[in-house]
């Protein structure tokens, strides 16, 4: 017989198991099948950061402390910019708070809105028909000196800085509107001011109630008068605002 | 015949077991399998060539493990370990690779 191949031999060995040099390979075998297990079965346990080497785990820290650094920055700076937005929109709030606050002041004064508040109704009867602009303007004036803040005359015209006044056929001309006697006007204000002012010793009410009118004035305060008329507020064409700095 | 069912019985041990890996040897385990497994496809080639020898392969066998072990040692110790182990892992897969293509003519005339 000659030389056996490979083949044979393993062949022969698979049916006549049992030679020394079988035994020690199935032993060795069988601490290296153990030991790939093992390590196999560590390797996928293997999740965290046990199997690692030192200096693989220094890096690894360093990194992962770079990268907490950058993280702490980014909040850092995202913090800041929270702040200031914040801040900004406070500003922008307390600036339109204002500019409400002031628009709605404004809005009174020029008789854009209505207005609501302690004041005085003064009924004026003219039974002659001799009332005329020049009582009004004067009371008028008389009310505004005593600290009116609105005026409405007979619930249809609203008295602003424009009003102008005139005689008219009937009674007077306010603003192109034509009111009759008996004239209702009522005041927002400090109401004892008010009328303390009307009734000034030849003031507007001595004068209505004198006898070149003959008409009769009655005075009533009130904490609650309503005044609902409005004016459109006009553009000012020729005036401009003075820019200043 | 006997040696397969030697390799089927520590698999089989492996898995009932389970051991923990002790600490120390886990940077060596690795390393140790793919020598011993690089000492089993040299022998099971120098089997099939005739020139088969229990005692060389059991020498074999203890000197790759602790060779390779002890390069690990050396390697984790002057800070090149990572890359040492990697460098014998090459050597040894390139060893492996030449012995299964003996083998591989041997069985598969091929």
């Known amino acids: 017989m000659s030389e056996p191949t490979g083949r044979e031999r393993l062949l022969r060995s698979l049916k006549r198991p049992g030679s020394r040099g079988q035994i020690t390979a199935a032993v060795l075998l069988a601490v290296v099948g153990f030991a790939s297990v093992v390590q196999v079965q560590a390797n996928e346990r293997n999740d965290d950061y046990e199997g690692m080497r030192e200096e693989d785990l220094v890096q690894l820290l360093n990194s992962l402390s770079s990268a907490s650094q950058r993280a702490e920055n980014e909040i850092s700076e995202l913090e800041q910019t929270r702040s200031e937005l914040r801040s900004d929109t406070d500003s922008r709030q307390a600036a339109l708070e204002q500019a409400r606050e002031r628009s709605t002041v404004l809005g009174i004064l020029a008789g854009t809105l209505p207005a609501v508040g302690p004041g005085i109704v003064v009924t004026v009867k003219d039974p002659q028909g001799n009332v005329g602009i020049d009582q009004v303007l004067n009371g008028l004036q008389e009310l505004r000196d005593a600290g009116a803040e609105a005026i409405e005359l007979n619930s249809s015209v609203r008295v602003v800085a424009q009003t102008a006044l005139e005689d008219g056929e009937n009674g007077i001309l306010v603003d192109e509107t034509e009111l009759t006697p008996p004239y209702t006007i009522e005041v927002i204000g400090d109401p004892h001011t008010l009328a303390e002012a009307l009734n000034i010793y030849s003031g507007f009410v001595d004068d209505i109630e004198g006898t070149d009118i003959g008409g009769s004035v009655v005075i009533e305060e009130s904490s609650n008068v309503e005044i609902a008329t409005l004016t459109e507020p006009l553009d000012p064409e020729y005036a401009e605002p003075v820019e200043s700095e | ?110």
Do not use: C
């Open chain 2, 1 to 110: 015949m006997i040696a397969g069912l030697g390799l089927l019985v520590g698999v089989i041990l492996g898995l009932m077991l389970q051991p923990e890996v002790p600490l120390w040897l886990e940077p060596y385990l690795p390393i140790a399998v793919v020598a011993a497994l690089d000492a089993v496809f040299g022998a099971l080639r120098a089997f099939l060539d005739g020139i088969f020898d229990d005692k060389v392969f059991v020498i074999s066998f203890v000197s790759n493990v602790l060779i390779a072990a002890l390069i690990v040692y050396l390697g984790d110790k002057l800070g090149v370990g990572g890359q040492l182990s990697t460098g014998v892992i090459v050597v040894l897969g390139i060893r492996i690779f030449s012995n299964v293509t003996a083998i591989r003519r041997h069985i598969f005339h091929a």
